[in-house]
Structures are given as C-alpha cells and as structure tokens.
C-alpha cells in the first residue's frame, strides 16, 4: 500500500458520504465539523470546551467561532468549570439536543440510504472490512472512555439485549434460561407498547458494536420511572460504561418530569449496586427469593429525582 492508495480511498470515501457538501446532504445549516461537536456534546462524557479542541484535533480559534455560533442560536450554554475556573463547561440546550437529534436521525437516513444498495449477503464483509481499518489504524491503542457512545436501539439491538443479558448472566453467575425469558418478555413489552416521550432505551457502542444497554420505562407507582436491564459487556468494562447509561437514565427521568426512579436488583451483582450507590439510589428492601436456578437476595433501590444534586 502506498500514500496515494490511502489519498484515493480518502477522496472516494468523502465523496460517496458527502463530507464536501455536508449541510445540503442533511439538510441543515451546519458543516461537518459543526455537526461533529454537537455530536461530541451530545455523546461525549467530557465537555470541557479544551477538552472538545484535543478530542477533535481543532483549532482553538475555529472551535471557538462554532461555539460562538451555537450560543448565538441557543444550542449550547457555557459556563466555568467547577474544577478549574479557567476551564469553560458547554451543555447542550433543550433547543441543542433537540438539533443534535434531528442531525443523527438525518445521518441515519444518509448512512441507511447507502447501506441499501450493498446486497445482504456483502454487509458482514463491508462490516468487517471497516473495523479492520480501525484497528490496524488506531496503532494497537486501548480503548478509551471517550470512544464509547450512547445511542438509540437500531434493528436488532432489542434483540441483542435479550441475547447478551441471558449469555452473560448465565456466564458469571450460573443463572438459567428463566433470566433469558424474563429479560424477552421486559424487552418485548417495551417494543410492542410504549411511549417515546417517557420511555427509552440506550445501547452503548464501542469500535462499531454494542458494549452495553440500559432501559428507563414507567412504574406502576405515580411518577415513578424504573431502571431496567443496566448491562456492561467484560470486553468494555473499565470504561465507565455503566456510570454513563444510569446517569442517561437519571437525567432524562428527572427531565420529564419524573420524581422517583427505582430499580430491582440482586445483592450478587456486586458492581451495579456500586455504581447505583454512587449516583445516589438508596436501598429500600431487600428479599430472598429462588429464581434463575439459585437462591438469591432480591433488593429495591429508589432514588429522589429532585432531593438534590447527585454525583
């Protein structure tokens, strides 16, 4: 392979993706770049506005105007860092998420409309072919923690959950297809009714596949949402997976409005309840039961949405 075998790729590569004309592919008044940092503001555990210019290898300057630009149309909001006065935090707004949503689903759509013209048969080659790009490029790095992102399910990720919790489960705690089953009729409720407003589902995705998964759905009791299905596959654990799908959940039920948010777990599962302790879920009761073929110690975790800032 040469320098100019890559350039080739390149220049086909952004021309198939429209990487030149991104604002008309998606029909919006941002370049790529733009719509890069609100993806990264959207997705990414750090926003430090210094720690957007290493991720993304920008320009301070230019980072600066498209900031500028988005506070000037309410996308964003910045204010000092807690840490470090000199550092500047950026959010996105209410008006910014909802832009940055519109992005992903257009991009989706981009991205779906050329998928279509490869046959079914050729995908897993196409598949296999990209992340063999990333890996013998990325210098045999490790995986970081800003290479992780959340995402809404696509097809097949409802099933995956399915597949992946009954597969792990029954690796590292001996549990039996009763879990399997239990997780398909969770799973298969929230996919054949639920409300998008109030409801969701978050799969996290490493290097092109999904690493974990988490579900926010209504409880029965007033108010109340329930944490469902928090998973973290071993390969990607270690990278605050876990901390980032239940702070996804805790923010988006305290932002519809709900005022309780409660989970069931088992006092085996050692690292979920640490994490669980760590954004504030306080342990209400607690219960043995004989389930998924072993005699267990059920627990009920709730956590006040509005009882005060949680770390």
């Not at 981009?110 to 013998?136: C, F, I, Q, Y």
């Not at 109340?224 to 876990?242: F, Y």
């Amino acid at each position: 392979m040469t320098v100019q075998d890559i350039r080739t790729f390149n220049r086909f590569y952004t021309n198939v993706i429209g990487a030149l004309d991104y604002s008309r592919q998606l029909y919006a008044p941002y370049t790529l770049t733009e719509s890069r940092v609100l993806y990264e503001l959207a997705h990414s555990p750090r926003t430090d506005a210094a720690d957007l210019r290493t991720e993304l290898s920008l320009d301070a300057g230019y980072l600066s105007r498209i900031l500028n630009k988005f506070e000037e149309s309410g996308l964003i909001e910045r204010t000092a860092s807690t840490e470090d006065p000199r550092r500047r935090h950026v959010t996105l707004t209410g008006r910014g998420r909802e832009t940055a949503a519109l992005l992903a689903e257009r991009a989706n759509e981009s991205v779906g409309a050329l998928l279509a013209t490869v046959p079914p048969d050729d995908r897993p080659r196409l598949s296999e072919a990209m992340r063999t790009v990333r890996e013998l490029l990325s210098d045999g790095r490790p995986p970081r923690r800003e290479d992780v992102i959340l995402r809404e399910p696509g097809p097949g990720d409802l099933g995956w959950i399915v597949a992946r919790n009954a597969a792990v489960y029954s690796a590292e705690y001996g549990w039996n297809a009763d879990y399997e089953g239990l997780v398909a009729r969770i799973v298969a409720d929230f996919a054949e009714d639920h409300d998008p407003h109030l409801e969701r589902v978050w799969i996290a995705e490493l290097d092109g596949r999904p690493v974990g998964c988490v579900m926010c759905v209504r409880d029965e009791a007033p108010a109340t949402a329930r944490l469902r299905l928090l998973l973290v596959e071993p390969e990607a654990r270690g990278l605050g997976v876990g901390d980032r799908l239940t702070r996804a959940v805790i923010d988006f039920a305290r932002g519809v409005g709900y005022r309780d948010l409660v989970l069931w777990t088992n006092d085996v599962l050692a690292a979920a309840r640490r994490i669980y302790q760590r954004h504030g879920f306080v342990l209400v009761a607690e219960k043995p039961h004989r389930s998924f073929g072993k005699d267990l110690n059920g627990q009920d975790w709730r956590l006040d949405l509005h009882g005060g800032a949680q770390e």
